[in-house]
Every structure is written in structure tokens, then in C-alpha cells.
T-cell receptor
Framework: KNEVEQSPQNLTAQEGEFITINCSYS?????LHWLQQHPGGGIVSLFM???GKKKHGRLIATINIQEKHSSLHITASHPRDSAVYIC???????????FGTGTSLTVIP | NAGVTQTPKFQVLKTGQSMTLQCAQD?????MYWYRQDPGMGLRLIYY???????DKGEVPNGYNVSRLNKREFSLRLESAAPSQTSVYFC????????????????FGPGTRLLVL
């Protein structure tokens, strides 16, 4: 069983739609990361959070520690948002990292 | 700043050959990481270095060795490559590592695509 589960695995949206990607985890964590991987392979860290909510431009990340769940929202989606979004957690002990298998997002013009 | 750089970008090996993947960062980060990414498996941590001179095993260390040459450089070596090591390898760095309880951003390199025949 994977310690981090993401849903959906694949998502296709029309430009302008509101998008939600979900992440559930089963271990105690010190931090949760949302990463973006572009088709060329490069990985960019979008958010790192341990509680509450963070916003950056059209991206919003929330986390509920009690429910062990995080969501990544994209408002007014755009084709350039097309990428794989990866949820990752760092265990409370510090040295274990667990990654979801990613959500592949395609935004159609 | 170049950030995190990796060489080579692509490599083909025959089973049993050895090679070293190079990684360097110019952000003065203390911690560096090596991951492999396989379809359907997500990213998995191979080795981790919290600071210069220290290394720790991650989730999948077998078949690999690492060297933290100095604060900037963290190399990953395959002594005898196997087809199961065909993967995309990512190096990453972060400012403080374990001392901040995980509350730091990791910066990723562009990846090395390795094919073992």
C-alpha cells in the first residue's frame, strides 16, 4: 500500500475550469509538498505546508492534518497548467519521504 | 544562479557497466537528495545527505552508492548497472534538511534519463 494516494490519476479540463487534485496520506508528517512536473521532466516545488492554507497566484493548497488530507486547487485553469502534479510528504521522523504517483492534468483550450 | 545541475542528461549502459551521475547546487544548501522516478511508482528516495560528510539510505538504496564530495556536489554511483535501474534520476537540494523538521522547499535538477540494456 502506498503511503500517499492521489486522485484523480488523470484529469482533463476545459480552459477556465476550477480544478481540484486530492492527496491522502497514512503516516505522521512534518510537512507536505505539492510538486509540478512539466512534460519535459523538470520538477518545480509549488507549495510546502504543514497546516492551513497557502495561495500563490491561481494556485491554492490546503491541508487538514486531522484527516490526513490535502487538496491542490487551480482557479481559471490555463493550458500552460498542463503537467503532472505530485503530492509528497516528509515523515515526522524527518528522514522518510513518500511520494504520490502523480495526477496528470491536461487543460484544453 | 544555475540552481541544481545534473550530468549527464541521458545515458545508455550495458548490464554490468558502471557510471556516476553528477549533481551540483550553487545555493549553499546543506541537504541533497537522489531520487528515481519510475512509471506508476512515483518518486522514490535513494540516498540523502543532510550535510557535508554525511549520507543516509533512503527507500531504495540497493545497487547504489553516493558521495558527498563537498557542500556543492553529491554524486550517485552505479557499480554494476542492471536493467531494473533503468529510470529517470533526479537530484534535489534543500537549505537545512532534517534540522528544520521538513519545513523547507526542495529544489530539483532537470533529471538524468538512464537506460540499462
Amino acid at each position: 500500500k502506498n503511503e500517499v494516494e492521489q486522485s484523480p490519476q488523470n484529469l482533463t479540463a476545459q480552459e477556465g475550469e476550477f480544478i481540484t487534485i486530492n492527496c491522502s496520506y497514512s503516516v505522521g508528517i512534518s510537512a507536505l509538498h505539492w510538486l509540478q512536473q512539466h512534460p519535459g521532466g523538470g520538477i518545480v516545488s509549488l507549495f510546502m505546508l504543514s497546516s492551513g492554507k497557502k495561495k500563490h497566484g491561481r494556485l491554492i493548497a490546503t491541508i487538514n492534518i486531522q484527516e490526513k488530507h490535502s487538496s491542490l486547487h487551480i482557479t481559471a485553469s490555463h493550458p500552460r497548467d498542463s503537467a503532472v502534479y505530485i503530492c509528497a510528504v516528509r515523515s515526522r521522523t524527518g528522514n522518510q519521504f513518500y511520494f504520490g504517483t502523480g495526477t496528470s492534468l491536461t487543460v484544453i483550450p | 544562479n544555475a540552481g541544481v545541475t545534473q550530468t549527464p542528461k541521458f545515458q545508455v549502459l550495458k548490464t554490468g557497466q558502471s557510471m556516476t551521475l553528477q549533481c551540483a547546487q550553487d545555493m549553499n544548501h546543506n541537504s541533497m537528495y537522489w531520487y528515481r522516478q519510475d512509471p506508476g511508482m512515483g518518486l522514490r528516495l535513494i540516498y540523502y545527505s543532510a550535510s557535508e560528510g554525511t549520507t543516509d539510505k533512503g527507500e531504495v538504496p540497493n545497487g547504489y552508492n553516493v558521495s558527498r564530495l563537498n557542500k556543492r556536489e553529491f554524486s550517485l554511483r552505479l557499480e554494476s548497472a542492471a536493467p531494473s535501474q533503468t529510470s529517470v534520476y533526479f537530484c534535489a537540494s534543500s537549505e537545512s534538511g532534517g534540522t528544520s523538521g521538513g519545513l523547507e522547499t526542495q529544489y530539483f535538477g532537470p533529471g538524468t534519463r538512464l537506460l540499462v540494456l
